[in-house]
């Protein structure tokens, strides 16, 4: 079940579940795309190693593939708050202080 589902079940707000699913829509788009070009790179040398039977090629190849992965998802939510930080800042914040 979606969590688009639940959140329509849990609220009641149809409208509000489709700010939540255009707002997931955008924030997600890099990060499938840069599974993709990770895998298009990486995964030639992997399965290299792993045919060549070289056991410590393969761990390397591994610990950077599992490295860079998780260096481009602490990039990417790091990029999340600062910019919704800065944005909730720069345009929410006049509208809720008034004139």
């Given at each position: 079940m979606s969590d688009r589902?639940?959140?329509a079940w849990f609220s009641h707000d149809t409208f509000m579940v489709g700010v939540y699913a255009a707002g997931y829509g955008l924030v997600?788009?890099?990060f499938p795309v840069d599974a993709r070009r990770d895998c298009v790179d990486l995964r030639p040398a992997?399965?290299?190693a792993v045919a060549s039977g070289n056991d410590v090629a393969c761990r390397?190849?591994?610990?950077v593939w599992l490295l860079i992965a998780?260096?481009?998802c602490l990039?990417?939510?790091a990029a999340f708050f600062v910019g919704s930080t800065l944005a909730s800042i720069s345009c929410w914040a006049p509208a809720?202080?008034?004139p």
């Open positions: 589902y639940i959140i997600s788009q890099p992997y399965f290299s390397h190849m591994f610990r998780v260096v481009i990039i990417g939510v809720i202080e008034g």
